[in-house]
């Protein structure tokens, strides 16, 4: 049980006078992990079966299950320890998050010839952002305000990337802002539900 969720308990089944109004602040931020968790996990369903569409009718076959697998399986493996053990997790999330704000970042010094190096076998920056972003937000649920300080510049970063590159403002795609706008807005909404 979340500490946030556990105090709600405990103030439910406590008489006392300051109850309904404490209970009523804890509700409000048990309602806004569950709706940004919600949203995360959504948007990483629709977009896992999208990108494994897309990937599967560009390349097909073997070569595309493994293109496909090649970022799926991690992204599961990542968020089932990020739900069971957040605090194991912490360190891969960490360094992931590094590397893909990292890679999203290095669009500005080499600008086009490093972004169509990168884009031949498909939209490989929201690619990277859009599967630590949801393992990051899972984490998110434990550690809310931790999590929403990772998860905002690691969602921001292609789109930063893209913009103040000069060569690259006319590629901001559909993909990459498609790939920023959830794991943003979720982390707003882990931000405003610290406890």
């Excluded at 970022?71 to 968020?79: A, D, G, H, K, L």
């Excluded at 912490?90 to 590094?98: T, V």
């Excluded at 929201?126 to 899972?138: Q, R, V």
Aim: charged share 10%; glycine share 6%.
């Amino acid at each position: 049980m979340v500490a946030s969720e556990q105090r709600l308990f405990e103030l439910q089944h406590r008489n006392s006078l300051k109850v309904p109004k404490e209970a009523g602040v804890l509700f409000q931020i048990v309602r806004l992990k569950k709706t940004a968790l919600a949203l995360m996990l959504g948007f990483g369903a629709f977009g896992s079966v999208f990108i494994i569409s897309e990937t599967m009718k560009d390349h097909g076959g073997i070569k595309g299950f493994l293109y496909a697998a090649a970022w799926f399986i991690p992204m599961v493996m990542v968020s089932l320890l990020a739900w069971r053990k957040p605090e194991a997790a912490m360190p891969y999330l960490a360094g992931l998050a590094a590397i893909s704000i990292l890679i999203s970042l290095s669009l500005i010094p080499f600008g086009p010839w490093w972004h169509n190096t990168m884009e031949q076998h498909g939209p490989i920056v929201p690619l990277i952002a859009f599967a630590i972003n949801l393992p990051i937000a899972i984490w998110c649920w434990r550690w809310p305000r931790l999590g929403s300080l990772l998860l905002f510049p690691t969602g921001i970063a292609p789109i930063i990337g893209s913009l103040i590159s000069p060569a690259l403002r006319a590629n901001v795609t559909f993909s990459i802002v498609a790939a920023v706008l959830p794991p943003v807005i979720c982390s707003l909404l882990f931000w405003l539900s610290r406890d």
